[in-house]
């Protein structure tokens, strides 16, 4: 298993297949040996559950606070039919994602650190678990844009960096190819917000030089704000629309 920098191969039960960074490694070491995926022992010892497309466990670890999120498909066709599995072919879902979390990092693009990630192969499938850092003070966009009460200044400054985000992304040479507003998480910050990617193994990681035309993820992102306005009933303000956009069309430089 091909592995980026600062990560490493370690082996479980049943031919699972995992990698660690030296922080994470006792952890890994512990709850693979002990016979549990690495979902299944967070879920245990977690500090806190968020809510993902399914129970998200928090840990805090002397070295730091880790998510653990366990593998679900998406899609109205594949969920219901496949649920957690995967066809065994080409690099499994949390490698990918940690190439890409390492490519975007090194190019200055903000996403959390993957921390370990383990595979668990079963016939044609397998299912697949993933720890990143935790991010504090931080929710996804759709729950700033359509849950809270924020004002139109505080609305305003999110969109203009999410804005920024999508350009520097462009700009990096990088496309995700999946980008929705779930997968867009903003910090809070004493500079004001701070957005991250996430959900990163569909990236098209470009050779470093070139960039993207960020035209097409900001329409994904577009789709996805559209969406959840119908489900919530809440309209973004024209303004809105045009800083977000404005922003993302403005090169990696803005």
């Not at 759709?142 to 520097?168: I, K, W």
């Not at 999946?178 to 957005?195: C, F, I, T, W």
Request: aromatic share 6%.
């Amino acid at each position: 298993m091909r592995l980026p920098p600062k990560l490493y191969a370690v082996r479980g039960k049943a031919g699972t297949q995992a990698f660690t960074t030296p922080e994470a490694e006792a952890w890994v070491q512990r709850s693979l040996g002990g016979g549990e995926r690495l979902h299944e022992a967070a879920s245990r010892q977690a500090d806190a559950l968020l809510q993902g497309r399914g129970p998200v466990p928090v840990l805090t670890m002397p070295q730091g606070q880790w998510v653990v999120r366990h593998y679900h498909r998406g899609g109205i066709v594949a969920a219901p039919l496949l649920g957690d599995r995967y066809f065994r072919v080409g690099l499994p879902r949390p490698v990918r994602e940690a190439h890409a979390s390492h490519e975007l990092r090194q190019r200055g693009v903000p996403t959390p650190r993957v921390m370990a990630g383990a595979v668990y192969p079963k016939g044609i499938f397998y299912r697949a678990d993933l720890v990143t850092e935790f991010v504090a003070d931080a929710a996804d966009l759709t729950h700033l844009l359509f849950e809270e009460e924020r004002s139109g200044p505080e609305r305003t400054d999110v969109l203009e960096e999410v804005g920024r985000l999508l350009a520097r992304t462009a700009a990096a040479g990088v496309e995700h190819l999946d980008l929705n507003a779930k997968n867009v998480l903003v910090a809070q910050r004493s500079s004001g917000a701070l957005p991250l990617l996430l959900d990163l193994d569909r990236c098209r990681v470009l050779p470093s030089g070139i960039r993207v035309d960020p035209r097409a993820m900001l329409k994904k992102l577009h789709r996805s704000l559209h969406k959840y306005e119908k489900e919530s009933g809440r309209l973004l303000e024209t303004d809105e629309w045009s800083v977000l956009s404005r922003f993302a069309n403005a090169g990696g430089d803005c």
